[in-house]
């Protein structure tokens, strides 16, 4: 790891330090290999060559986890990854204790998930916040839409680079507890069906908030499968993964 740096209360940057390679495979979306905080000793897992993930038998003090490459860059040997700070759970905590040094693994990437279309939905929670920056910093610049984000209040908003077209609307909880408010639900419930096909919609954030999204976009929306991609980030009260 090179930096860490606490971009709004919650959310706590980190830039891993990486070869060419792996930094040019650790993402968009990157399987972390989390090591508990203060185990001395974490004993890692081998990556077989078909990517699966081959635990060492026991406790083992590694869990894996879910994150973004916000940002990745192969010739710097560099992947920026943001933490929301939730308190609990490995990785949340491995990234409040993280400070230059700390080692953590890869264990491959994948898609966001996203496409391209004329008209764009994205929907999600801090958690979301990383995919959203990458998918309006690469979008066409003629696109157009809507932007929901939904974050803690004012003080988590980050500044967006997106096409001009597209509206970028901040939902704030103002004291609601992150995975209980239905504000996303709602205000995609207050969107009319853009006019044509040329759409789609992508939504991440806590999975029952994705759930009611999912369902207002197949049904009212009409949305076909490649239309729309809606997946839920973290589920409330429980863990993504057991603990290593
Ligand atoms: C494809 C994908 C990409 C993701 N990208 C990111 C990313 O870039 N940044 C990011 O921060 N997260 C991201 N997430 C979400 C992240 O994987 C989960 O939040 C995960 O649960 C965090 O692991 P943990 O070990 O901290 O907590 P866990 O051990 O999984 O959970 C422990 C407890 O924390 C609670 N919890 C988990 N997440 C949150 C939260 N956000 N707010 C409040 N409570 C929570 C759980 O309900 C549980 O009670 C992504 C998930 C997926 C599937």
């Known amino acids: 790891m090179t930096s860490v740096t606490d971009v709004t209360p919650s959310v706590r940057r980190v830039v891993l330090s990486a070869t060419s390679a ?31 993930i081959v635990w060492p038998p026991g406790s083992h003090g590694v869990s894996l986890r879910s994150y973004t490459a916000r940002r990745q860059d192969a010739d710097r040997g560099e992947v920026e990854i943001d933490f929301v700070l939730h308190g609990d ?15 953590i693994a890869a264990a491959g990437g994948g898609p966001l998930g996203d496409r391209p279309a004329g008209w764009l939905l994205l929907a999600g929670d801090e958690t979301a916040l990383p ?20 974050v803690a209040d004012a003080a988590e908003e980050q500044p967006l680079t997106a096409p001009e077209g597209v509206q970028v ?14 504000l996303l639900a709602d205000a995609v419930a207050a969107l009319d069906r853009p006019a044509g096909d040329d759409l789609f919609a992508w939504v991440a954030a806590e999975s029952a908030a994705v759930r009611a999204v999912r369902a207002d ?28």
């Open 131 to 150: 995919a959203i920056t990458r998918i309006l910093a690469t979008a066409a610049p003629s696109t157009r839409g809507v932007a929901l984000v939904e």
């Open 169 to 182: 609307r901040w939902l704030h909880r103002d004291g609601t507890p992150p995975g209980e408010s239905t």
């Open 22 to 52: 792996a930094a040019a495979a650790a993402g968009p979306t990157v399987s972390l290999l989390v090591p508990r905080v203060g185990d001395p000793a974490p004993r890692w897992p081998d990556v077989a060559r078909d990517g699966r």
């Open 217 to 244: 976009l197949r049904g009212r929306w009409g949305l076909g499968r490649v239309q729309h991609h809606a997946i839920g980030y973290w589920r409330r009260g429980r863990a993504m993964a057991p603990a290593g």
């Open 89 to 103: 759970g490995p990785a949340a905590a491995w990234a409040a204790a993280a400070g230059p040094g700390a080692m």
